[in-house]
């Protein structure tokens, strides 16, 4: 018998009250098999999300199946029980190999990320459990799988922004987003659109995204890591959030623009294709390119996770690792500037800018393409 798993987990503090959910359906998902969920104390989102897989496959394994697809929308889940990331974290290492030995109790068994708006069964299961671990905690709750500043640097953040940043008016403390472009990858090297194709990071890649980290480790007071879902910019996030110590959360909002049947040609390949869509798009952030989206969809998307982030890290430095476009919208967005500045801004691979959000609707951008760490 052939089965799909759902699965999720979740802290609300990375680390703070935790829990996890998981489901199995019948290979057609037409009949709900199991569910399981469970509140698991203070932990990690990392741990919260393999011990969500543990249950869904030992739940599978219960009901005799034979096969199993696994969804998830943790993409380090994914990629490590696929074989194609490590195991490097202490607190992981054990949760791996017992999944891994549940695992192998299935004739056949496939891993897949999946974004979390289409694991909403196992995230509402996690969500349960979270609550009923919240409720064990006293009752402290956060926005989920948000990180909580650390008082005292909240406390040394506010001495140093009491002023109003400018001539904006604003006062208090901003939510400061780290903006770190990914590193390179082969698309990169020959300049070609790269959108949600999902290139690895090149050596060069890897050493630049590993610069970055040294540098934001050492300059320190950031609260969370937020990353796109793509391979390339998860590699640059997990580099820095090794060397913070903290976890990376996934934030689908934060993906390249699709660029559709331009993905993988150079400037001039596309040009010569579809000359007039191509012109049109280079002037009209309306347009979309064949298949793909327009860079308006990117920015209401790009606004979506701004809202989102701030809300849930209100005042605190949070570490964002995306793309050209999605860090373009952001500092559109923080020097409230018209469409024509996305094609005017440079930002080079794995250059580092910040923009901060004031709760008044104000805001202001501190740095553009730094890369003098590389």
């Given at each position: 018998m052939d089965v799909v798993i759902e699965a999720d987990g979740g802290s609300r503090g990375n680390p703070g009250p935790a829990g996890y959910g998981a489901v199995v359906l019948s290979a057609d998902r037409s009949t709900v098999l199991a569910e399981s969920k469970q509140a698991i104390g203070r932990a990690t989102n990392n741990v919260a999300e393999y011990r969500g897989l543990i249950a869904g496959l030992d739940e599978a394994v219960k009901l005799g199946a034979t096969g199993a697809a696994v969804f998830m929308d943790s993409k380090l889940v994914v990629e490590q029980m696929s074989g194609r990331w490590k195991v490097k974290h202490p607190d992981l290492v054990e949760l791996h190999a017992q999944a891994r030995r549940l695992a192998s109790r299935f004739n056949r068994i496939s891993y897949?990320?999946?974004?979390?708006?289409?694991?909403?069964?196992?995230?509402?299961?996690?969500?349960?459990?979270?609550?009923?671990?919240?409720?064990?905690?006293?009752g402290v709750e956060n926005s989920e799988n948000s990180a909580v500043p650390d008082p005292d640097f909240a406390k040394n953040v506010a001495a140093q922004y009491e002023t109003s940043p400018g001539w904006t008016g604003a006062r208090g403390i901003p939510t400061r987003m780290l903006l770190l472009r990914h590193g390179q990858t082969e698309l990169s090297v020959n300049r070609r659109y790269s959108g949600h194709g999902n290139p690895e990071l090149t050596e060069l890649g890897r050493r630049q995204a590993a610069a970055a980290a040294r540098y934001l480790a050492q300059r320190g007071g950031i609260a969370a890591v937020i990353s796109s879902?793509?391979?390339?910019?998860?590699?640059?996030?997990?580099?820095?959030?090794?060397?913070?110590?903290?976890?990376?959360?996934?934030?689908?909002?934060?993906?390249?623009?699709?660029?559709?049947?331009?993905?993988?040609?150079?400037?001039?390949?596309?040009?010569?294709?579809?000359p007039e869509q191509h012109r049109r798009w280079l002037r009209d952030t309306s347009i979309t390119p064949?298949?793909?989206?327009?860079?308006?969809?990117?920015?209401?998307?790009?606004?979506?996770?701004?809202?989102?982030?701030?809300?849930?890290?209100?005042?605190?430095?949070?570490?964002?690792?995306s793309h050209v476009t999605p860090i373009k919208m952001l500092l559109r967005l923080a020097l409230d500037a018209g469409p024509g500045i996305l094609y005017r801004l440079h930002l080079d691979l794995a250059s580092l800018s910040i923009a901060e959000f004031y709760s008044d609707g104000a805001s202001s951008v501190r740095l553009v393409n730094q890369t003098n760490y590389l």
């Open positions: 897949q990320w999946i974004p979390r708006a289409r694991n909403s069964h196992a995230d509402r299961l996690a969500n349960e459990a979270m609550d009923a671990a919240a409720e064990a905690n006293g879902p793509l391979q390339r910019a998860y590699e640059t996030a997990a580099a820095a959030a090794k060397a913070l110590g903290l976890d990376v959360t996934v934030d689908d909002d934060l993906i390249e623009t699709d660029f559709g049947s331009w993905e993988g040609l150079t400037f001039s390949e596309a040009a010569e294709r579809d064949p298949g793909g989206e327009s860079f308006d969809d990117v920015l209401e998307r790009v606004c979506r996770a701004r809202e989102r982030i701030i809300a849930a890290h209100q005042g605190a430095t949070v570490l964002l690792v």
